[in-house]
């Protein structure tokens, strides 16, 4: 995993997507917790090829302001940059424009896992039984 790798993600934002309807708020606006998500999102996708197969990323920081309002109906864009590899652990820098700008930017940190070793711990955790 090298340094450098970039992504790009764009989608309108609806009405499933804003604060009112995910509780995150009273407004018809972008939710916060849906642009860290489609932020975590692009940095997911983005390495996602540089993996060896049965490898997998789980994100396990997040750091980042939301700037801005976004109304319904309007595009936004999200891009990421891989900033730091320390081993399995890998340093994103996000951020996410609308048609008007910057509305959030920050920091996402993900660690890549073998998905089954990750599975199987998660089985051992709750005795064997899928939840």
Known sequence: MQVGIKGTYETTVTDGMTAANMKSGALPVLATPMMIACMENVCFESIGPHLEPGQGTVGVKVDV???????????????????EVDRKRLVFAVKAYDEAGLIGEGRHERFIIDN????????????????
């Open 65 to 83: 302001a939301h700037l801005a309002p976004t109304p319904v109906g309007a595009a936004v864009r999200f891009e990421c940059e891989l900033v």
């Open 116 to 131: 089954q070793k990750f599975i199987n711990r998660l089985q051992k955790k709750f005795g064997g039984a899928e939840k």
